[in-house]
């Protein structure tokens, strides 16, 4: 019998709910699902503490739907009555602080698993073949979470999250030709208002949840057609049982994997409500103090900044200055002059040279904060490349050479050092450790095709250890 005519086979065996399941798998392939997504989806047998974060991002996700939607029946989504509304829920409705907390609390746990998730990926190489696509549909939903969260800061309408919209949006303007008017139509208004309010309120909680479901849902379908990567970076599709066609280092999905990740969730759970009952502010980097103040347009908080978790990519905008602009001159004819030297094609090395002329040009003829917020995009954008920069001949670290364990060493803490220097005021020894680290953090990527080529790696095993 083929796999096809079996898995269309009514369930069979006792059960309170056998007849159910068959009526229902005879409409719609609910065993099948179950089985080629859980119990007979082979993941390979090796994964560690770094492969709980995935799970987890989604156990998160789901979190952050509930509460929010939880929260929208009580909030008013109007400039006069938004703080009021968040209070109101605080106080008087039951259990309310309780939602408001899970949510804001949420929303910074949340991207802490997709950070660790992400880190996961450049320890193991799980963005090279063939999982291009894979992680090209994961770096689409860390935008949609990016701007999910940017929609969401302004719903309170306290100072903070009123000024800090106002200065992610104004940011905008910088852009030549398009950016007043590309400024005005998020806004909705000439200033962050009731418009803006009310637009921000609609992408939060219908726009970017419809989008992040329908890319999650790729997401999972994709992995699970190209299979899960592993510590060892090794295809276990390659080495199959010649009889049965299961691959000889994959166990399934269920129940093996499924039981380790609800002790990951009962962990997290953990950590989770400690901080929700105890420190949900958690001394202002989830909550901020000014934003138990409500919005006023005339006066502005001595320090804005955004939340946390885009003060990493707000330290890049903030490092560009006109004395900085000589650096980035200096690093991109240096990098033209690599390709050129390297490139054997003639018409590759022509393209780079004008391209270097038409940036050298541009550096000097656009206001700096034009190229702040050019920097501040290209960062995060630049992960779509992994795939195609990173040349090793070894996916996983673990048979990498020690050149790219110390290039991922110096990004990781370039990372953490920006992301502490978006949360600091602007001064003169905070703004140089904020340009060193934007240096590390573009080196990591631009040069990667050659200090990941020249780097020494050990052999791969043919199985996994």
């Known amino acids: 019998m083929s796999v096809a005519a079996a898995e269309k086979q009514p369930v069979t065996g006792a059960g309170p709910f056998n007849g159910i399941l068959t009526w229902i798998d005879e409409r719609y392939p609910l065993v099948a699902t179950w089985k080629t997504h859980l119990s007979e989806y082979y993941a390979p047998k090796n994964f560690n503490f770094w492969y709980y974060f995935g799970s987890l991002s989604l ?154 479901l329908g890319l999650v849902a790729v997401h999972l379908v994709a992995l699970h057609e190209v299979g899960s990567n592993n510590p060892d970076g090794i295809e276990i599709k390659k080495v199959k049982d010649p009889k049965t066609g299961i691959p000889l280092d994959g166990i399934p999905f269920h129940p093996y994997y499924t039981v380790k990740d609800l002790f990951g969730v009962a962990v997290f759970l953990t950590v989770y409500f400690a901080i929700v009952f105890f420190a949900p502010a958690l001394g202002g980097y989830f909550l901020e103090d000014n934003n138990f103040v409500p919005a006023d347009p005339l006066k502005t908080p001595p320090h804005i900044q955004p939340l946390w978790y885009f003060t990493p990519y707000y330290s890049i905008l903030r490092a560009i200055t006109e004395n900085f602009m000589s650096v980035i001159a200096a690093g991109t004819v240096g990098m033209a002059l690599l390709i050129i030297g390297s490139v054997k094609s003639r018409a590759v ?57 110390v290039a991922l060493a110096l990004f990781v803490i370039a990372f953490l050092l920006l992301g502490y220097l978006g949360t600091q005021p602007v001064t003169a020894v905070n703004t140089l450790l904020a340009q060193i680290a934007t240096a590390v953090y573009f080196a990591f990527f631009f040069l990667m095709p050659w200090y990941t080529r020249m780097d020494r790696c050990k052999p791969e095993p043919k199985r996994v250890t």
Not at 120 to 146: D, N, T, V
Not at 183 to 191: C, M, T
Not at 364 to 389: R, Y
């Open 59 to 212: 156990f998160v996700l789901v979190i952050q739907i509930v509460t929010g939607l939880w929260l929208t029946m009580d909030y008013k989504a109007d400039a006069e009555k938004a703080f009021a509304s968040v209070e109101h829920i605080m106080r008087e409705v039951p259990w309310g602080w309780w939602m408001r907390y899970m949510h804001s609390t949420g929303a910074s746990a949340l991207f802490i698993c997709v950070y660790l998730h992400m880190f996961r990926a450049m320890l193991y190489g799980s963005y090279r073949k063939p999982r291009e696509l894979l992680w090209i549909i994961g770096m689409l939903i860390f935008l949609c979470l990016m701007a999910g969260s940017f929609f969401g800061y302004l719903l309170p309408w306290g100072q903070m999250s009123y000024w800090g919209a106002q200065a992610i949006v104004n940011l905008y303007d910088a852009i030549p030709i398009i950016g007043p008017d590309l400024a005005l139509w998020i806004r909705g208004d000439y200033v962050v208002s009731d418009a803006t309010l009310n637009r921000f309120f609609a992408f939060h909680v219908a726009g970017v949840p419809l989008a992040l």
């Open 349 to 405: 090395r022509g393209a780079t040279a004008v391209i270097a002329v038409v940036l050298l040009e541009g550096y000097f003829t656009f206001d700096p904060k034009v190229w702040g917020v050019v920097l501040f995009g290209v960062s995060v954008v630049i992960f779509f490349l992994l795939p195609w920069l990173d040349r090793s001949p070894a996916k996983s670290i673990r048979y990498r050479g020690p050149i790219y364990k």
